[in-house]
């Protein structure tokens, strides 16, 4: 099981707005931790798209964004493009004995 | 802009050794500048999520998931800017993808920013 929780699935039609949300705890999203994003395509290595909660990398269209609060992040995508359609991972940190570096079990985007 | 090339044998079976390596080009191995780097592996069976093994940093220094730690060797060879990951005792559980990972840590942030291409290491018997 997954110390950050996302769901599985979400889906938009091209040009709408989309969000997948990351809910952690206490002992990581909660402890103020960082969240940083990765988005990945089929057979490929995963990507940073997101990192310190809301900042893109260089390349990174601006229709992708993030923000935190509480235990819990989320990832936006605006504009919703045939291209986004991928997986995408949360990560973080988690100070318990459970873990270190934590991803969620991450969430397919399907363009309608 | 650093790159990393991993390699390693496959496929395995139940009980044997998993060896991979990752070859750094075109950048530090952290041993110096604001910027912290810890090389890192992240598996991910097929059809499912990612998940964190273990990081070495230049000096040898390891973290590895608690879960694993009884099986996991990180090394790292800094005249050949080359890291690797031994997993002994592997079972059917252990096939994933193996991906090789540069973790910065600068300005209080640690990410993710560079990938290895993965490697599917399957173990069968």
């Known amino acids: 099981q997954s110390l950050l929780t996302q769901p599985p699935s979400v889906s938009g039609a091209p040009g709408q707005r989309v969000t997948i949300s990351c809910t952690g705890s206490?002992?990581?999203?909660?402890?103020?931790?960082?969240v940083h994003w990765y988005q990945q395509f089929p057979g490929t290595a995963p990507k940073l798209l997101i990192y310190?909660?809301?900042n893109r990398p260089s390349g990174v269209p601006d229709r992708f964004s993030g923000s935190k609060s509480g235990t819990s992040a989320s990832l936006a995508i605006t504009g919703l493009q045939a291209e986004d359609e991928a997986d995408y991972y949360c990560q973080s940190f988690d100070n318990s004995l459970s873990g270190y570096v934590i991803f969620g079990g991450g969430t397919q985007l399907t363009v309608l | 802009q650093v790159q990393l090339q991993q390699w390693g044998a496959g496929p395995l079976k139940p009980s044997e050794t998993l060896s991979l390596t990752c070859a750094i080009h075109g950048g530090s191995l952290g041993d110096g500048g604001s910027s912290a780097y810890y090389w890192s592996w992240i598996r991910q069976p097929p059809g499912k999520g990612l998940e964190w093994i273990g990081e070495?940093?230049?000096?040898?220094?390891?973290r590895y998931k608690s879960s694993l730690i009884s099986r996991v060797t990180m090394s790292i060879d800094m005249s050949q800017k080359q890291f690797s990951l031994r997993l002994n005792s592997v079972t059917a559980a252990d096939t994933a993808f193996y991906y090789c990972?540069?973790?910065?840590?600068?300005?209080?942030?640690?990410?993710?920013?560079?990938w290895g291409q993965g490697t599917l290491v399957t173990v069968s018997s």
């Open positions: 310190g909660d809301n």
């Open positions: 070495i940093d230049y000096s040898g220094r390891t």
């Open positions: 206490s002992s990581n999203i909660g402890a103020s931790y960082d």
């Open positions: 990972a540069r973790y910065e840590c600068g300005t209080g942030r640690c990410y993710f920013d560079s």
